[in-house]
């Protein structure tokens, strides 16, 4: 196997008494795009929110980089590098998506590289320099989630954690969202995105899981699930 | 005709001062989520520390005293959320509920300690207003709106200028998002208590030049911020603002038609009658 630059193993989590995850492992390689699909309530979203530090894991280990991360907060999270969209609410509805952008840069030392940055989003998304001035919470679906994966990318995050970026989405516009995304991969960022519309994602995704009740199911390339017969029939809808 | 207009201009000074209050609440009810019910006796902390600096021994000038005033009153409202309020955070709102309450008790029972539960003033002569239009006003009114027009321009540019302030709003929106987006959501709740608290202080400062000073100041007036909130729409801070000038204005227009004893009346029946008819206000405008 390659090098792996994050290293989820075993890990056991869930919302107080309620244990979500039994036991869950996968990894990152550095440069990867890995997609982990499975059905409602399989666990997906809170192993994104547990490797962030939202929640704390109860057993298990991660490691990003080469060091042991599983106990660390999300605001250290993000100083080493780890960007997480959640999914659905991810933008700040009463703040301007200028005023968004600002709060993407707020750790930053150097204000003068958060300008910066937020001037190439400009060149980068013309539409979000066009609503510059306007509530965020009054841009389309697409948008904010647009908007969500800019103001991430100020940081110049090592990794991203996506959870289900296309959700709620036209297809035209899903189109658009995995287009950015791959554009963010090949300046080589990796990516774990979660995903419960899969097949977009796996035709993406170098490799990718299955995740069911918590707990680890399969495992292959994104090619190798997509072409499953178990996977077709469960989670593709064919 | 004099008179109702004089009823309305002491309604919108009442108003001022009900906002002020009110904006301070709502602000850390956003942030925070939980009502701060000892947020009347910062109201009246801050009162009582300006009466501190102003008599024995320190004789000083009132724009001198304002300064320490100010300062200890945001020391009170930081403390009270470091030792009471940070430890309950993960708790449920009745906790924190109980536990405002008990800050309250302890804080106004020990200014009655110190201070003595009678009526005490600032000790300013009383002088003759100038009027305007038949209405009459004192230097002391002039200030009181004066001031409140100063600390609406200051949140504002707190809030929307300066990027602590839009932090603030940010973790209000949603507090986890922000910390994943690298906020500083402890920094940014200690400005809130700042502002919160130095807000209280002013308009404290504001009522007791208007009428007097009392141990019992906060818990009235209290009373009436939350129902401003509950008018403006739980955490909204501009909602606050008009909440807490239309309370004014009710209560002093209500003069005309009921006898001047059953004036606090007005807000306790209209928060009654908003938590009756819109029960949901209380849950706030998230949804």
Redesign the interface.
């Known amino acids: 196997m390659t090098e792996s630059f994050l290293e989820v193993r075993d890990v056991y989590s869930g919302y107080g008494k309620i244990e979500v995850l039994h036991g869950v492992s996968l990894t990152v390689a550095p440069k990867e795009i890995v997609c982990v699909i499975g059905p409602n309530g399989s666990g997906k979203s809170t192993l994104l929110k547990t490797i ?1 530090g ?1 929640i704390q894991p109860t057993r298990g280990f991660i490691q990003f980089d080469g060091s042991e991360i599983s106990h660390k ?3 250290e ?3 080493l590098g780890i ?2 969209i ?1 999914q659905g ?7 301007t998506v200028m ?1 968004n952008l ?3 840069g ?2 930053l030392k150097d204000s003068r590289k958060a300008r910066n940055a937020i001037q190439e989003i400009w060149e980068r998304y013309p539409i979000l320099q066009k609503r510059r001035k306007i509530k965020a919470g009054s841009l389309s679906g697409g948008e904010k989630q647009v908007l969500a994966m800019a ?1 991430a990318s100020i ?1 110049q995050p090592r990794l991203i954690l996506l959870d289900e970026p296309s959700i709620g989405l036209a297809p035209k516009v899903i189109d658009e969202m995995y287009h950015h995304i791959n554009r963010m991969n090949r300046e080589g960022i990796p990516l774990l995105i979660v995903e419960q519309n899969a097949r977009k994602a796996l035709r993406l995704a170098h490799r990718a899981y299955v995740l069911d009740l918590g707990r680890n199911r399969l495992e292959d390339t994104g090619e190798g699930l997509l072409n499953n017969e178990e996977v077709q029939h469960l989670y593709l809808g064919r | 005709m004099s008179y109702i207009l004089q009823s309305i201009f002491n309604g919108l000074l009442a108003g001022c001062i009900y906002a002020l209050f009110a904006m301070g609440l709502t602000m850390v009810y956003r942030v925070l989520n939980f009502v701060n019910f000892a947020h009347g006796e910062l109201i009246m902390w801050g009162a009582y520390l300006l009466y501190l600096f102003m008599g024995d021994p320190f004789h000083f000038p009132l724009y001198v005293a304002l300064i320490p005033a100010l300062g200890f009153t945001i020391l009170l409202g930081l403390g009270m959320d470091w030792i009471v309020f940070k430890p309950l955070r993960r708790t449920n709102r009745l906790t924190l509920l109980i536990a405002a309450l008990g800050i309250s008790f302890f804080l106004r029972n020990g200014a009655q300690l110190f201070w003595g539960a009678e009526l005490r003033t600032y000790g300013f002569e009383i002088k003759r207003g100038w009027r305007l239009f038949h209405i009459s006003m004192t230097a002391n009114q002039m200030a009181i709106i004066l001031a409140t027009l100063g600390c609406i321009i200051i949140v504002y540019l707190l809030l929307y200028r300066s990027i602590i302030g839009k932090a603030m709003r940010a973790v209000s929106d949603n507090l986890e998002l922000a910390r994943v987006t690298g906020i500083n959501a402890k920094k940014t709740i200690r400005f809130t208590w700042i502002i919160s608290s130095a807000l209280a202080c002013v308009g404290g400062i504001l009522l007791a030049l208007d009428t007097n000073l009392q141990p019992g100041m906060g818990m009235i007036n209290l009373v009436k911020a939350f129902a401003a909130i509950l008018l403006g729409g739980v955490g909204n801070v501009w909602g606050a603002l008009w909440g807490g000038i239309f309370i004014g204005l009710a209560e002093n227009l209500s003069v005309l038609f009921i006898s001047t004893g059953y004036k606090d009346s007005i807000a306790f029946g209209m928060m009654v009658l908003l938590l009756l008819l819109r029960p949901r206000v209380l849950y706030g405008s998230q949804e």
């Open positions: 962030v939202l907060e999300p605001e999270n993000v100083e960007a997480y959640p609410k991810n933008i700040f509805p009463s703040l005023e600002e709060m993407g707020i750790s103001r940081l």
